[in-house]
């Protein structure tokens, strides 16, 4: 699959969001417990709806780019 196949990757995204984006990958329950810590490092509730971007940023560098996305220049 080349870049023309793949999504962009958001600027950032909601936790249903990211569920979709690993689900063929982790569990629903992994996701939500790495990226709930993520969060609580953050000192950001864990009952946010959409992340932030660098939080999902470090998400994706800790657990790879979902499959079928690609990264887009935030520039």
Same mark, same amino acid.
């Given at each position: ?11 950032? $995204? ?14 629903? $329950? ?46």
């Amino acid at each position: 699959m080349n870049k023309n196949n793949k999504k962009p990757l958001p600027y950032s $995204a909601t936790k249903s969001e990211l569920i979709q984006m690993y689900c063929d990958q982790f569990s629903e $329950a992994k996701i939500r417990k790495q990226i709930n810590e993520i969060l609580n490092e953050r000192n950001i509730s864990k009952d946010t709806k959409i992340i932030p971007h660098l939080e999902f940023i470090e998400f994706v560098e800790t657990y790879g780019l979902p499959k079928g996305y690609h990264y887009e220049n935030y520039d």
